[in-house]
T-cell receptor, first 114, second 114 residues
Framework: NAGVTQTPKFQVLKTGQSMTLQCAQD?????MYWYRQDPGMGLRLIYY???????DKGEVPNGYNVSRLNKREFSLRLESAAPSQTSVYFC?????????????FGSGTQLSVL | KNQVEQSPQSLIILEGKNCTLQ??????????LRWYKQDTGRGPVSLTI?????NTKSNGRYTATLDADTKQSSLHITASQLSDSASYIC?????????????FGKGTRLHILP
């Protein structure tokens, strides 16, 4: 049972390049989330998907787009990367919603934008 | 403003000793409080989750307490081990409905020395 799998683990981009972070969970969870973690700050929600077919903005959505491809997969896209998007990105999932139940996190993607 | 404050920012103790980490919150309406452990280079892993009516919950050598009146929580680690070296994150949920109303503290970085 792999849990939440994120790819890639590391990525370096130049300003203006685009990329997609992939996330998949094998726990049949309804809700999925993308967070970013920066030094000296708590995890901040970028986007979330409460159920298959729905997505909503979180606290810091600017510069990002998401796709809930199916129940298992939730991808995060940076259309035109900026240095301010240098961060560690975590995908997470929850059975029925993070406000009620614990989150299961992936191992993270370390992204550097030069 | 909904906030979660953790103290200390970092802590160094010797292996075998006990320690207590603090979490104060100003989140309303309060739904539940969780503690997560985050090893370096990994995603956070849930330790405990407590609702308004619970004031103590244990998970092995980890014991969390909650005082909903003073809006404080603590995480006590007994007989620390080298593997306890990690960041400990306090997370408060502000309601059961919206998944974006989950506030993360900045974490306490714990170092266990042999």
């Amino acid at each position: 049972n792999a849990g939440v799998t994120q790819t890639p683990k590391f990525q370096v981009l130049k300003t203006g390049q685009s990329m997609t972070l992939q996330c998949a969970q094998d726990m049949n969870h309804n809700s999925m989330y993308w967070y970013r973690q920066d030094p000296g700050m708590g995890l901040r929600l970028i986007y979330y998907s409460a159920s298959e077919g729905t997505t909503d903005k979180g606290e810091v959505p600017n510069g990002y787009n998401v796709s809930r491809l199916n129940k298992r997969e939730f991808s995060l896209r940076l259309e035109s990367a900026a240095p301010s998007q240098t961060s560690v990105y975590f995908c997470a999932s929850s059975p029925q919603g993070a406000s009620r139940e614990k989150l299961f996190f992936g191992s993270g993607t370390q992204l550097s934008v030069l | 403003k909904n906030q979660v404050e953790q103290s200390p920012q970092s802590l160094i103790i010797l292996e075998g000793k006990n320690c207590t980490l603090q979490c104060n919150y100003t989140v309303s309406p309060f739904s539940n409080l969780r503690w997560y452990k985050q090893d370096t280079g990994r995603g956070p892993v849930s330790l405990t989750i407590m609702t308004f009516s619970e004031n103590t919950k244990s998970n092995g050598r980890y014991t969390a307490t909650l005082d909903a009146d003073t809006k404080q929580s603590s995480l006590h680690i007994t007989a620390s081990q080298l593997s306890d070296s990690a960041s400990y994150i306090c997370v408060v949920s502000a309601g059961l409905v919206r998944d974006d109303k989950i506030i993360f503290g900045k974490g306490t970085r714990l170092h266990i020395l042999p």
